[in-house]
């Protein structure tokens, strides 16, 4: 499973794919946050906070992302290589947990520059430090979770055609209806239980809460369930191949 893994990270960076979308991601934020007068700029903001970061990332990574895990199994088949997977001592929970891990590792690599916004922001804080430390840990952590739903989310449209633009545009689609999707829905449902009921079923609503510097169990298992879910339907999708 591990040589898989190496092969998919490999494979980001011997092509232009890894860098272009750490680059995009770190580009677009140092902009808005730092460069680009308005609200989301920290400098114009007054206060020493990454409440713009948390904010914008969720939207641009609703794009990236898909644009990482698009090819994972697409490739694979159309070109044909996916039948060589299936001759190696692997099963196919291990080959989808694999080609998760390569893209949640990207995602991972591109949030890891952002500390520098962190160091910066301290250093603005009067008196230095003064900042919200747990909110902005615990957004760190939401952010992480929430990106490894939404890989989670484009490995399974991957899985399901060998297309990669069509992979692409479902995983956004999903992407978005588990973002905002279902706050939006709420709207249309009459009874403050119901509308309460549906919010839960996205991610913003516990994307939130960690956001406010409190790690709940139940945000927890809310993320870890829906990835696992949704590994559970890819490794199902790739196993209905064989029949």
Same mark, same amino acid.
């Given at each position: 499973?591990?040589?898989l893994?190496?092969?998919e990270?490999?494979?980001?960076?011997?092509?232009?794919?890894?860098?272009?979308?750490?680059g995009?991601?770190?580009?677009?934020?140092?902009?808005?946050?730092?460069v680009? +007068?308005?609200?989301?700029?920290?400098?114009?903001?007054?206060y020493a906070?990454?409440?713009?970061?948390?904010?914008?990332?969720?939207?641009l990574?609703?794009?990236?992302? +898909?644009?990482v895990?698009?090819?994972?199994?697409a490739?694979?088949?159309?070109?044909?290589?996916?039948?060589?997977?299936?001759?190696r001592?692997?099963?196919?929970f291990?080959?989808?947990?694999?080609?998760?891990l390569?893209?949640?590792?990207?995602?991972v690599?591109?949030?890891? +520059?952002?500390l520098?916004?962190?160091?910066?922001?301290?250093?603005?804080?009067n008196?230095?430090?003064?900042?919200?430390?747990?909110?902005?840990?615990?957004s760190?952590?939401?952010?992480?979770?929430?990106?490894g739903?939404?890989?989670?989310?484009?490995?399974?449209?991957?899985?399901l055609?060998d297309?990669?633009?069509?992979?692409?545009?479902?995983?956004?689609l999903?992407?978005f209806?588990?973002?905002?999707?279902f706050e939006?829905?709420?709207?249309?449902?009459?009874?403050s239980n119901?509308?309460?009921l549906?919010?839960n079923?996205?991610i913003?609503?516990?994307?939130?809460?960690?956001?406010?510097?409190v790690?709940?169990?139940?945000?927890?298992?809310?993320?870890i369930?829906?990835i696992?879910?949704?590994?559970f339907?890819?490794?199902?999708v790739?196993?209905?191949r064989?029949?």
């Open positions: 499973m591990w040589s893994y190496h092969k990270i490999t494979s980001f960076f011997s092509s232009l794919t890894g860098y272009l979308v750490v995009v991601f770190l580009v677009l934020t140092g902009l808005f946050l730092w680009i +007068p308005g609200e989301m700029n920290i400098l114009f903001g007054g906070t990454l409440d713009s970061l948390f904010y914008l990332a969720p939207w990574y609703l794009f990236l992302v +898909p644009a895990t698009m090819r994972l199994f490739e694979e088949k159309r070109s044909g290589t996916i039948e060589l997977l299936y001759t001592p692997l099963t196919e291990h080959i989808v947990l694999a080609k998760y390569a893209g949640f590792t990207l995602v690599i591109s949030l890891l +520059p952002t520098i916004y962190f160091y910066s922001v301290v250093q603005l804080g008196p230095v430090g003064n900042i919200d430390y747990g909110g902005t840990w615990g760190f952590v939401g952010l992480l979770f929430l990106a739903i939404y890989v989670a989310i484009g490995v399974f449209c991957s899985s055609t297309n990669q633009i069509v992979s692409f545009v479902i995983a956004v999903l992407c209806v588990f973002y905002y999707g939006a829905l709420s709207q249309l449902v009459p009874g119901s509308q309460s549906i919010v079923l996205g913003d609503e516990h994307y939130q809460s960690m956001s406010r510097g790690i709940d169990s139940r945000d927890l298992l809310y993320f369930s829906v696992t879910l949704l590994l339907l890819t490794r199902t790739m196993g209905s064989k029949w």
